[in-house]
């Protein structure tokens, strides 16, 4: 059994919210992750990033209400705490709902208040932030003395910190060397940044430049290893079983292995495209629905046992085109003018569809990354931001929670910059999502406001930026309304502060 006391998480834990240099919370970290015994490593980094190694506990906000008073003194260490929300994660069936309330009241019996108050963060979601999943890979390269850039990529191809963590700190680069693309293990996505107008992402990308349709679907990543197909989302999850069109389809290629990246979209009886909410509902809803999504693929990072991540576009493309007929392809074009790309950008509008992603030919599949070298145009201003607060509502919206609180990532200190509220765009059946959505987020109500933690990713559309010293970042959105709820998403995916600003000065305000 490992020897770290889990005291010891909960003060750096404590000591890294309360530091706000960078580097000093990297070096904080560290010197946590050095101390972990080998079989502590996985659950101590899970509690160092602000998560549980068990995706699914089953303890929600109301089990952590009527909490037994704090042990006065430490007894807990990460492998005991770990093996006890093991326990609690796998109870099920008759009775569960006590049995479950006994551990829970157990584990928090022998926690001293510092240390409960890190379970509660925990258990409760709150602590999870993409800025302290930066940090810690940069911390598990300073504690396991290996470049961060090797961290880095192992991260991104296993997306699991807690096995780059156990590699790096046990096995040092050569371990982590081994992390390989594996056929069937999501890997995190290639990202597009955003511009204004397809002039502005040929500047970004250079010319000549590839001119993908833009769909507006779900993102979709496939696996297909001999006859076992996987798909997941763009946050990697498993969505295989709610996709059977795509299966079928992935499954009639003349291949062996393969991982392709694209889009999953409805049609309509008459071949255009469904709205983006009738599609991403089919895909969350289990079991086969009356319409079935097709894919259409844009890239392929893995062919028949060769890795091509690391190839330029041209070259991915090409294998792509060899490898799937036209009808499973996104349409693309070549071009080398703005005229050109303004051309594929109007075809793409009159198809119906969302707009085009300019895209550099040279540039390798960077795993993860939102660079230069893919830009989104869209025919309107939208950003992706994350939902802080909710405001009941009144009138007819009486009982609904109605009024949104917006706010766009900061990456200088991982949280999160209020924009500004909007009603606007809310139809009744987003209405009542988002109050049983909302209800689940709370952390605090006042009978007006309720707070809630910032996970939901919502887009909307406004018209431009202006200044404002109403709001905390110095800058508020004009008419913003809602367009719809981002499942896809996770926060640390949400648009940043810059971005909202770079708007501000690019003639949009």
């Known amino acids: ?156 191809l296993c997306g699991d910190l807690k096995q780059v963590a156990s590699a790096a700190l046990t096995g040092g680069a050569a371990a982590l060397a081994e992390i390989h693309l594996r056929v069937g293990t999501p890997l995190s996505p290639m990202l597009a940044s ?85 599609t991403s509902s089919r895909a969350a809803t289990r079991g086969k629905s009356d319409i079935s999504l097709v894919p259409y693929f844009f890239d392929v990072l893995h062919l028949d046992g060769v890795d091509l991540l690391d190839e330029p576009g041209r070259v991915r493309w090409a294998a792509l085109a060899d490898a799937l007929p036209a009808s499973l392809i996104v349409g693309r074009h070549t071009v080398s003018s703005e005229e050109e790309a303004a051309a594929a950008f109007a075809a793409a509008l009159a198809a119906g569809q969302e707009g085009v992603v300019v895209k550099a030919p040279d540039a390798p599949y ?49 949280g999160f910059v209020m924009l500004g509220k909007t009603f606007k765009g809310l139809t009744d059946e987003l209405l009542r999502w988002q109050t049983e959505r909302f209800k689940e987020l709370a952390v605090d109500d006042n009978g007006w406001v309720v707070r809630v933690r910032p996970e939901q990713v919502v887009e909307v559309a406004f018209d431009g930026v202006q200044t404002s010293p109403r709001y905390p970042g110095g800058v508020a959105l004009r008419f913003a309304r809602v367009l719809r709820y981002r499942e896809d998403k996770s926060a640390h995916e949400a648009d940043t502060i810059e971005t909202v600003r770079a708007l501000q000065g690019s003639g949009h305000s």
Do not use: C
């Not at 769909?215 to 295989?240: K, M, N, P, W, Y």
């Not at 003349?254 to 979209?265: F, I, K, Q, Y």
């Not at 919206?397 to 200088?412: F, I, K, T």
């Open 194 to 278: 955003s511009a204004p107008d397809v002039a502005a992402a040929l500047l970004a990308t250079g010319a000549p430049a590839v001119v993908d349709t833009k769909l507006d679907g779900i993102r979709i990543q496939v696996h297909r290893s001999g006859d076992e197909v996987a798909v997941f989302t763009r946050s990697l999850d498993d969505i295989t079983a709610r996709l059977p069109g795509v299966v079928s389809a992935v499954k009639a290629l003349p291949l062996r292995s393969a991982v392709l990246d694209g889009e999953a979209m409805g049609l309509g009886p008459d071949g255009r495209p469904l709205p983006f909410q009738e």
């Open 366 to 414: 960077d795993v993860g990354r939102r660079g230069a070298a893919w830009v989104k145009v869209k025919p309107r201003h939208t950003l992706d931001l994350v939902v802080l607060a909710v405001e009941w509502g009144h009138g007819r919206r009486r009982g609904w929670l109605s009024n949104l609180h917006l706010g766009a990532r900061d990456p200088s200190t991982g």
């Open 1 to 156: 059994m490992g020897s770290v006391r889990f005291l010891d998480i909960a003060a750096t834990s404590a000591a890294v919210s309360s530091t706000s240099g960078r580097k000093a919370k990297i070096e904080l970290l560290a010197d946590a992750l050095r101390r972990l015994e080998p079989d502590e490593i996985t659950a101590g980094a899970a509690f160092l990033a602000g998560e549980l190694r068990q995706r699914q506990t089953g303890v929600g906000y109301a089990a952590l209400r009527d909490l037994p008073p704090p042990a006065a003194e430490p007894s807990l260490t990460v492998a005991a705490v770990d093996t006890a929300i093991a326990e609690i994660s796998v109870v099920a069936g008759a009775g569960s709902q006590a049995r479950r309330r006994e551990l829970i009241g157990a584990l928090f019996a022998a926690a001293t208040a510092d240390e409960q108050r890190l379970l509660v963060g925990l258990f409760g979601g709150e602590l999870r932030q993409g800025a302290q999943a930066g940090l810690l890979a940069e911390a598990v390269a300073a504690a396991a003395a290996v470049p961060a850039v090797a961290v880095r990529r192992a991260l991104l």
